[in-house]
């Protein structure tokens, strides 16, 4: 398989930081990290020798890294300054080697500044700015000068990348030996990974790649017939809401699924658009299926709940979305003992209703908590997608944009997850994968026909399933 990102917390940057500053000079891991910082700017000003960087320090190493970065750029041409917030906290060796190579210690961000290095907190800091930053960085903002952060942005917290008050907002972060969970969920700009030579163990928080889906998607293979690449039963819509069966049944159609079976009030609409669909009234005609995708648009009545009851039973992978939420969240027994793989879907309003209270800022456990407390993988819907499974892995989805937030677009992605569910993927890789391509795919939809994006519907997001598909295989 091909490797994978992986998320670390702070305790395990700091764990894997201890044996090689223990066996490596003082100050000898600083200035490595110093040097990739530096590089990582000189590539963001495009040229070193007569541009002016400013470095606003704090105490710690983080301050350490912006100084000695200043340093090494000063080394090549560039003016330096620097914005001492704790003067008798900063960090002595790199202050002393910033104003041998000439670097000025200044009161505020010189004017012409083109760039502005943020050395403020490190992975150990918490809480807003504090009002002596928050001024500095207001006025760099109101200037327009760009700011480098080094490991994350001041301001941000590093396991939920919520910022509760001032923070920076970067337009690079520059971060050493692994991501950390900010650079998911904060608001990062860009994110620049530097490798400093700490032996990190793969941990329990991932995110998949475009290489990590291709090695992963069910491709046909010679000897594959419609019934072993799988077959999706697919029990959504209803009179009310006949486009969730669309949307669902087309989705699984289009994830290449062997064989999608429609069962439930929407048959004729779902075959008037997918022909290719077999279509019957209820669960009981449907035939035999791979895994049941039930919910989007399929109401909370009798009917909807005695179709959620019977997927459930079944020992086949099961989908729970939309509407079966809302019927699972007052009857939780449904899945106590259940041992096939199950997949729930909610965004944040159906989180709640089945924790009994919200996500809140910690998305990660929140996901994980649910996980654990019900014995199946959860899929958390937002910008960043976070699914865990219980007592296991973590899969991070960032989609970088919020295409994805229309109506209908939840449904799309529920097919997507039965049809690789069918076809005999893990439930997390599942959600994971499916979750990836849905992004790919609503911003494909987005910018079509052309690079300016515009507004789209879960209707364009499934037609462009196949091209989203198609530049990742």
Not at 33 to 39: K, N, S
Not at 272 to 285: M, N, Q, Y
Request: glycine share 12%; net charge negative; with cysteine.
């Amino acid at each position: 398989m091909v490797p994978m990102r992986y998320f670390y917390t702070a305790d395990d940057i700091r764990a894997a930081e201890a044996p090689l500053l223990a066996s490596m000079p003082d100050g000898a891991l600083m200035r490595r990290a110093a040097h990739g910082l530096a590089t990582a700017i000189a590539r963001e000003l495009g040229t070193v020798t007569g541009k002016t960087v400013c470095a606003v320090v704090g105490s710690g190493d983080n301050g350490g890294d912006a100084l000695w970065a200043a340093t090494l750029l000063r080394r090549r041409g560039a003016g330096a300054a620097a914005v001492l917030l704790n003067p008798e906290k900063t960090h002595q060796k790199a202050l002393a080697a910033f104003r041998k190579s000439g670097g000025r210690i200044v009161e505020s961000v010189p004017p012409g500044t083109d760039l502005v290095i943020d050395g403020i907190v490190g992975i150990s800091g918490s809480g807003p700015l504090r009002p002596a930053a928050a001024e500095v960085f207001d006025a760099i903002e109101k200037a327009g000068i760009p700011v480098v952060a080094v490991d994350l942005p001041s301001g941000v917290d590093v396991q939920t990348g919520a910022a509760a008050g001032d923070h920076v907002t970067p337009a690079l972060t520059v971060t050493f030996g692994g991501l950390k969970p900010v650079h998911a969920f904060g608001d990062c700009g860009r994110v620049e990974l530097v490798d400093i030579g700490l032996n990190l163990a793969p941990s329990e928080m991932v995110a998949f790649d475009a290489a990590d889906v291709a090695a992963r998607w069910p491709v046909p293979g010679r000897s594959d017939d419609k019934y072993s690449q799988g077959v999706t039963g697919v029990m959504a819509g209803s009179a009310t809401y006949p486009g969730a069966a669309i949307l669902c049944s087309g989705a699984a159609v289009a994830t290449h699924s062997g064989m999608v079976r429609y069962a439930g009030s929407a048959a004729a609409e779902v075959v008037s658009h997918w022909p290719e669909v077999i279509a019957t009234p209820g669960p009981a005609s449907a035939g035999r299926v791979q895994a049941w995708v039930v919910g989007p648009g399929l109401g909370t009545d009798e009917t909807a709940a005695a179709a959620l009851c019977f997927a459930l039973k079944t020992d086949v992978p099961v989908l729970v979305d939309a509407d079966a939420l809302t019927i699972l969240a007052t009857h939780p027994e449904l899945i106590a003992d259940r041992r096939a793989p199950t997949v729930l879907t909610p965004h944040a309003g159906e989180y709640a209703r089945l924790a009994g209270s919200p996500p809140g800022e910690d998305r990660v456990a929140a996901t994980r908590r649910l996980a654990d407390q019900l014995g199946v993988t959860v899929l958390l819907k937002g910008n960043v997608t976070v699914i865990a499974e219980p007592e296991g892995m973590v899969y991070l989805n960032v989609a970088g944009q919020s295409w994805a937030a229309t109506a209908g677009s939840g449904d799309v992605l529920s097919g997507v997850i039965g049809a690789l569910l069918a076809a005999g993927l893990p439930p997390g890789e599942a959600a994971a994968a499916a979750a990836f391509v849905h992004a790919r795919a609503a911003e494909a939809s987005a910018r079509d026909p052309g690079p300016a994006p515009t507004p789209t519907s879960a209707s364009r997001i499934l037609a462009h399933l196949r091209t989203a598909l198609g530049s990742i295989l």
